[in-house]
């Protein structure tokens, strides 16, 4: 399970000119799985021009504990200690009566790391436990990371709204993310 909150705001100055700052924090806990903490901070600078904007996005992320190879039970997820990213950006989004359509790209520098962490095997009676010697190795990741993806939405009669989201998302050498959906909202 994981629970926690967001806060942000988004200044709009004079031209299209625009700026957006976040903070987050997340408490993971769960059967077989060790507690954790995430907290990030999110930063854009841009400027919106004719359905466009670009600019620039920065990202910091952090995790107590690295539970990328977490193995017993549930598995594990991407969880580095630090990561950073710094990425120019650029969108295009399109709103009519009916249709909406925002798509974008990104391309910029990641840094990330995960700190070492014991191995955790099951044994015969089926208790977790931990070998001392054995460690996952520390790993830092340096590199470019894209990002791309659309949404598309079709408002419907009675305020209903049928969409689809796509993104594909490379952070690091090690992993990468697919995300894709349909939904159905009611706006009030």
Same mark, same amino acid.
């Given at each position: ?27 993971? #806990? ?6 954790? #903490? ?11 021009? =004719? ?22 039970? #549930? ?65 830092? #990741? =340096? ?42 909202? =009611?706006?009030?």
């Amino acid at each position: 399970m994981r629970a926690g909150g967001n806060l942000g705001y988004t200044f709009s100055f004079s031209d299209g000119y625009f700026a957006n700052a976040s903070i987050s924090a997340a408490f993971y #806990h769960g059967h077989n799985v060790e507690t954790n #903490h995430q907290f990030k901070v999110e930063a854009v600078l841009g400027r919106y021009y =004719k359905g466009f904007s670009f600019g620039l996005f920065g990202l910091a992320e952090t995790y107590k504990q690295n539970q990328n190879n977490f193995t017993f039970g #549930h598995g594990g997820y991407y969880s580095p200690q630090m990561a950073f990213l710094i990425t120019p950006f650029v969108s295009y989004e399109h709103k009519s009566e009916k249709h909406y359509f925002k798509g974008g790209l990104a391309v910029g520098y990641y840094q990330d790391r995960l700190d070492s962490v014991k191995m955790y095997l099951k044994n015969t009676g089926g208790d977790t436990s931990t070998i001392n010697d054995l460690y996952y190795a520390a790993e830092r #990741h =340096k590199n470019l990371s894209g990002n791309i993806g659309f949404i598309y939405e079709y408002t419907m009669p009675n305020h209903f709204i049928i969409g689809t989201e796509n993104r594909a998302l490379q952070s690091s050498s090690d992993y990468r993310e697919i995300i894709s959906r349909v939904y159905l909202k =009611k706006e009030f």
